[in-house]
């Protein structure tokens, strides 16, 4: 599966953006749909996922209440609503798909998020 994410940019904080993340090459049945974000010099951090099937999500602790993830079947298409964001927010965002037993091994590239102060 290929992935293309977009939407990022340059907001300033308590701002909102929503990014998009679309899938081709093959069905996403039983596929699960995450965003991972990395700043330069740190690792990778898990964001948020969905379930393709169910559209169950899953958040991290550090975005839960603010962000939203969601699919839109007919597009192919995850997105992830950013609300009140922060400064400490500012990352590469990526999306990323994996089977529902295996590992991420499909990665988009990524698409910066800058929230200034």
């Known amino acids: 599966v290929q992935l293309q994410a977009s939407g990022g940019g340059l907001l300033q904080d308590g701002d909102s953006l929503r990014l998009s993340c679309v899938a081709s090459?093959?069905?996403?049945?039983?596929?699960?749909i995450g965003w991972f974000r990395q700043v330069p010099g740190k690792e990778r951090e898990f964001v948020a996922h969905i379930t393709w099937n169910l559209g169950t999500p899953r958040y991290s602790d550090s975005v839960k209440g603010r962000f939203t993830i969601s699919r839109d079947s007919a597009k192919n298409t995850v997105y992830l609503q950013m609300n009140n964001l922060k400064p400490e927010d500012t990352a590469i965002y990526y999306c990323?798909?994996?089977?529902?037993?295996?590992?991420?091994?499909?990665w988009g590239q990524g698409t910066l998020v800058t929230v200034s102060s």
């Open positions: 090459g093959r069905t996403l049945t039983n596929w699960i």
């Open positions: 990323a798909a994996r089977s529902s037993a295996g590992p991420y091994n499909n």
